[in-house]
């Protein structure tokens, strides 16, 4: 199974996580307890984990097309969000 991950440099991990979820949890059943979370995609999973400084994000998905998509539909939000701040996602496959 093709898997990426990412790790996007921010002073409010958390806030950016929350939002992500809270925003695509109207189409999905997304989640996030205060520090991990996750967007459970038809397509893919993608894991959020907010540590010290960073948000790091895990995507799983059965296809390479697929796991394209977790990535685009999660970076692009995240970067939406954060475009004030700069924030950048990039993926880096396993």
């Known amino acids: ?12 991990p958390a806030r950016y996580a929350k939002q992500l979820t809270s925003h695509l949890g109207r189409r999905i059943d997304a989640s996030w307890d205060g520090a991990t979370g996750v967007l459970p ?8 984990a907010a540590e010290d400084g960073v948000l790091v994000l895990a995507a799983e998905a059965a296809t390479d097309d697929d796991l394209a998509r977790v990535e685009d539909v999660a970076g ?7 475009q004030r701040n700069e924030l950048t996602v990039t993926w880096t496959r396993s």
């Not at 995609?41 to 959020?48: A, D, N, R, Y």
């Not at 692009?76 to 954060?82: D, N």
Request: with cysteine; proline share 7%; glycine share 8%.
């Open 1 to 12: 199974m093709p898997t990426s991950r990412a790790e996007v440099r921010t002073e409010t």
């Open 41 to 48: 995609f038809p397509f893919g999973t993608c894991e959020l």
């Open 76 to 82: 692009s939000h995240l970067e939406r969000f954060g």
